[in-house]
């Protein structure tokens, strides 16, 4: 009855006899399905518990991210879909035993074997087998919220996600604790008077977007609101890092050094050369969200975004030229493939762009 309601609306604005019809159509609907309300009604299917399907459009689907396992590179996306190629990306097959149908976001491996995936509430999925077959190690549809990135850091896992969550995880991703995200503020950093978050809440309740590592035991997490936060000792504290920048983050990208680049909404690109004390805007032409960014050979780095938005740079994210892509799929995780090429996944499921002609 809601589409009816949203329809009666629409007749005394615009749409007249049309929608009036369709009011008609919607109450006859419903008196005919009368009759099945006294049938038992089935529990609904929890798909956190189901197995992903084999799909044969897999590689076209809705893919969210992409990592290594060793020379093998493994993608994942919505309906449990895990994707696996050995030969850099020209050819894909789907994981044989992955056991969710839940939309997964992000993956890591920590050596060329194992790995973990996370997705839709709150699941976590590991590999010991290069990403063949996998297992549900943490799963709370009751939370209703995403992680929405994972870290590998040799036994140790990181997954972020939704509203502050963080887990942890000392056995690449077996058993998994719930800790409060908690960060001390940058030192000159007061809360402006219309800043509804806060100090109380100072990496609480804040979308987590992005966990990254650095050299050493050094880490960064990009999240919402501007927010920016290091850790020099492996995840065990954290601190906020100024930011030049008050909507969201959605990645952190480590180049040499101390140096590194923050992306994020409407093509913001910063980059900082002191570890993210002080940052630069870098300009670029596109105001498309910004996804994702990886290093290649030789100073070079591609940022990847909506709306096909590649930026490409020699110079080691000092300048960038944008390449955008005609078919204008968004982009959200790359991988490069030598100098040669960038494999993408995205709104439109796995891409391969040449990138010898962009320089």
């Not at 920048?245 to 909404?265: K, V």
Request: charged share 20%; hydrophobic share 40%; with cysteine.
């Amino acid at each position: 009855m809601r589409r009816a309601q949203s329809c009666r609306l629409a007749v005394v604005l615009r749409y007249g006899a049309l929608c009036a019809v369709l009011v008609a159509s919607v109450a006859a609907l419903a008196f005919a399905a009368t009759e099945e309300l006294s049938k038992p009604v089935a529990a609904p299917v929890d798909p956190g518990t189901l197995m992903a399907e084999q799909a044969p459009l897999a590689p076209r689907s809705l893919l969210l991210d992409i990592a290594h396992a060793g020379s093998r590179f493994v993608a994942v996306g919505e309906r449990g879909h895990v994707l696996l190629s050995d030969n850099r990306g020209q050819t894909w097959t789907q994981a044989q035993t992955v056991p969710t149908q839940e939309l997964l976001t992000a993956v890591c491996f920590s050596d060329d074997q194992r790995g973990v995936a996370v997705g839709h509430d709150e699941i976590a999925l590991v590999t010991t087998d290069a990403g063949n077959s996998w297992q549900r190690t943490h799963y709370t549809p009751e939370a209703r919220q995403p992680l929405l990135d994972v870290l590998c850091n040799g036994s140790d896992a990181i997954a972020v996600g939704a509203y502050g969550v963080y887990l942890q995880s000392s056995d690449r991703g077996v058993t998994w604790t719930e800790r409060k995200f908690e960060a001390t503020s940058p030192p000159a950093a007061k809360p402006a008077a219309n800043d509804s978050y806060g100090d109380e809440e100072i990496g609480g309740d804040l979308h987590l977007n992005r966990i990254v590592g650095a050299s050493g035991s050094r880490l960064y997490i990009a999240a919402e609101a501007g927010r920016l936060y290091r850790s020099d000792d492996a995840g065990i504290t954290w601190a906020e890092l100024p930011s030049p920048y008050d909507g969201s983050f959605f990645g952190i990208l480590p180049l040499d050094g101390d140096a590194l680049l923050a992306y994020g909404l409407r093509g913001h690109l910063y980059r900082s050369e002191d570890g993210g004390n002080a940052w630069q805007q870098v300009s670029v032409s596109t105001e498309a969200m910004l996804n994702d960014a990886v290093r290649l050979p030789t100073d070079g780095v591609a940022v990847v975004g909506l709306s096909g938005a590649l930026l490409l740079s020699t110079d080691g994210g000092k300048t960038f030229a944008l390449h955008q892509q005609e078919d204008r799929k968004g982009l959200s995780a790359a991988l490069g493939v030598g100098v040669s090429e960038l494999v993408t996944v995205g709104e439109a499921g796995i891409k391969a762009i040449p990138l010898e002609a962009k320089k």
